[in-house]
């Protein structure tokens, strides 16, 4: 069967993620048991894992996108806190690497990566969307980095990728202020190109338009 014809079948992978394929694309969906997909460690290695196989089916024409998206209420709440507070030097910055590591897996991927976004998209989780080729948010979907307000700042990436695409006064002020933003926000200052009500099924269409 080829890449264009339309076939879906679910692979659950542990906990962390469900992969599909849907007229010619893979879509990655993250899920996680409290519903937030939080990048922890593991979900992050596993995030690796995957991609670097989807890696080689896009090289190969198995798929001409690639498509990762969340729940209603979370694409991602960003890394795990809980888990950072307990990390050492040493291991901070073997997480800040690997984090790296994935968001630059993303950033070259061999087709379009499309971020497909509902609900929070946080800290960590706007890091991925960022490293992403385009972003799709539905109406309800909220960007932001919180991480001043704790005292943190990101080190997957998210600093430079956002200062490119909106500029680096509006990337300091949301960067420095943890400031929110929601969907029409995010579209008037092109962090995200569209706004509609099913991200994943556009991302579908404009995969195909191409």
Known sequence: MSADQTTTQEVHIGK????YHDRGCAVLELIS??????????TIMALRRQIQELQLEAETGGIK??????????????????EIAQLTGPEAFVFSRSGQALMNLID?????????????CMGGGMDLALACDFRIAAPNAVFGHRGASLGLITGWGG???LSRLI???????????????GAA?????GLVGDTVDDP???AITRANDV
Do not use: C, W
Request: charged share 20%; proline share 4%.
């Open 16 to 19: 962390r993620f469900r992969q």
């Open 33 to 42: 048991a409290d519903g937030t997909n939080k990048l922890g460690s593991d």
């Open 65 to 82: 996108a690639l498509i990762i998206t969340g729940n209603e209420k979370f694409f991602s709440a960003g890394a795990d806190l809980n």
């Open 108 to 120: 070259h991927f061999p087709v379009p990566v499309i971020a497909a976004i509902q609900g929070y």
């Open 159 to 161: 600093t430079q990728r």
């Open 167 to 181: 500029g680096r006064p509006r990337a300091l002020q949301m960067f420095l202020l943890a400031e929110m933003v």
């Open 185 to 189: 926000e995010a579209r008037s200052i």
């Open 200 to 202: 994943v099924q556009r």
